[in-house]
């Protein structure tokens, strides 16, 4: 199979859920560069999300990404049904198809189990499992008509190796994965990819919020000694949107730096 190198997702449509910050955002552009257009989701932080979509628009003033590359902004919960099906409903009106969707959004709302309330729990399930779902679930005929179609989805580290005050988000996280596989086997008949992406410890607004001493002392259990970037993961999800890994759906692929092998 011939793939063009130079702008590997011209004429793309993408969707990626909580493009306004960290992972998302490094993976809008990275997948903008490629010259796709990105549907940029945000739970509220409009401002930010449409600073990534000005961004795009300067990358392809500068030349460095395709005419065919850009956006808009949409801010909803990815836990709300109605919701989800009119933003990806609006997309294949404008757009006419959906090729990739990067189910990235992503909460905690960490404490010890016996600490955690019921309530949190819900949430941290709501958005981070639910919302992955309805996504998913949101976009899949058009895919299944299209007969193409790459989903990316966002899992951890810590849904593989567990890790004590984070119960309902390992829970979530984990759940994403049996999910993505069961979905990876309703779908490849009809030529639709499913994969997840599990992160270590990545340089975010989520892990900045750790001491200086939890963050070191977890630096010194990753194999190579220090957290990811974003830009590490917007690669491998780029991979995995691309035509790059054609046969490859049902799989985790583990971006760690080491932390878990
Ligand atoms: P982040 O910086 O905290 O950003 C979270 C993003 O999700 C924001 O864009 C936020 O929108 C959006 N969001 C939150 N709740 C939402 C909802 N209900 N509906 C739609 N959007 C929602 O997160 P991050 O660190 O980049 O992490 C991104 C993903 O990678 C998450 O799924 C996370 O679990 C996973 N991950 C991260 C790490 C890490 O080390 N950072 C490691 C493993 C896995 P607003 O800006 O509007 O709030």
Not at 175 to 204: C, D, H, M, Q, W
Request: aromatic share 4%.
């Amino acid at each position: 199979m011939t793939v063009n190198t130079q702008w590997e997702l011209e004429g793309k449509t993408a969707i990626v859920t909580g493009a306004s910050r960290g992972i998302g955002r490094a993976v809008a552009l990275r997948l903008a560069r490629e010259g796709a257009w990105v549907l940029l989701n945000c739970a509220s932080n409009t401002a930010k999300a449409e600073e990534v979509l000005k961004e795009i628009e300067g990358m392809k003033a500068e030349g460095i990404a395709p005419a065919s590359a850009g956006g808009a902004v949409r801010a909803f919960s990815v836990a709300n049904e109605a919701l989800v099906n009119d933003a990806v409903q609006s997309v294949l009106a404008d757009q006419g198809k959906v090729d990739i969707l990067v189910n990235n959004a992503g909460i905690t709302r960490d404490n010890l189990m016996l600490r955690h309330s019921a309530e949190d729990w819900d949430t941290v399930l709501e958005t981070n499992l639910k919302g992955t779902f309805l996504m998913t679930k949101a976009v899949t005929k058009a895919m299944m008509k299209a007969r193409a179609g790459s989903i990316v989805n966002m899992s951890s580290v810590v849904a593989q190796m567990g890790n004590s005050g984070q119960g309902s988000y390992c829970a979530s996280k984990a759940g994403i994965i049996g999910f993505s596989k069961s979905a990876a086997r309703e779908l490849g008949s009809r030529g639709v990819r499913v994969n997840v992406i599990a992160p270590g410890f990545i340089e975010t607004d989520m892990t900045n919020q750790l001491p200086e001493d939890a963050r070191k002392a977890m630096a010194d259990n990753i194999a190579l000694r220090r957290f990811g970037s974003v830009e590490d993961i917007a690669e491998a999800t780029l991979w995995l949107a691309s035509l790059r890994s054609a046969y490859v759906t049902g799989q985790v692929i583990g971006i760690n730096g080491g932390l878990y092998m």
